[in-house]
């Protein structure tokens, strides 16, 4: 018998578990339709987000300066079962290889991805001010000393 309680808890909390990755996933279908843009000093930060599937979104994210355009990150954002996976591949960096940050904690329109393993960020945070302007930056250690970076996007729509 208490096999059997064990064994419906484990099963409870992993069914629990999906839901709320599932439900999380559904959430993150605001960052599709339109183009989130950030004026800067040296030019405009742009992220086109576009779902490819219900477990799938594609990020390009580039930077225009003047008549140029440089892409500087391409993202896949993924359910894969249980998981939420913020997966980014910088041309620069990394030998162009993708580094994943995983979903760890969301809550009040706040999305956190973690990966404590990558030199710098450590974390990735998106944050959903209203339906077209996000608050998004990535932080952690950088040369032994904690470094932020912010990100205010407002959604242009296409």
């Not at 808890?9 to 183009?35: D, R």
């Not at 599937?53 to 892409?71: H, S, V």
């Not at 999305?111 to 990735?124: A, T």
Request: aromatic fraction near 14%; glycine fraction near 4%.
């Amino acid at each position: 018998m208490k096999k059997t309680i064990i064994f419906f808890t484990v099963i409870l909390l992993l069914s629990f578990t999906k839901i709320q990755q599932s439900s999380a996933f559904q959430q993150l279908t605001i960052l599709a339709g339109g183009t989130w843009v950030m004026k800067t000093k040296k030019g405009t930060l742009c992220e086109q987000w576009k779902k490819t599937n219900n477990n799938l979104f594609n990020n390009r994210a580039y930077r225009t300066e003047g008549n140029d355009t440089i892409l500087m990150e391409h993202v896949t954002l993924s359910l894969d079962g249980n998981e939420i996976n913020y997966t980014s591949t910088v041309p620069d960096q990394n030998n162009a290889k993708s580094v994943a940050f995983k979903l760890i904690e969301f809550k009040d329109d706040q999305f956190v991805f973690s990966n404590p393993e990558h030199d710098f960020p450590q974390r990735i945070v998106y944050h959903f001010i209203s339906k077209d302007s996000l608050h998004a930056w990535i932080d952690g250690k950088y040369n032994g000393k904690e470094r932020k970076q912010d990100f205010y996007y407002k959604r242009m729509r296409n």
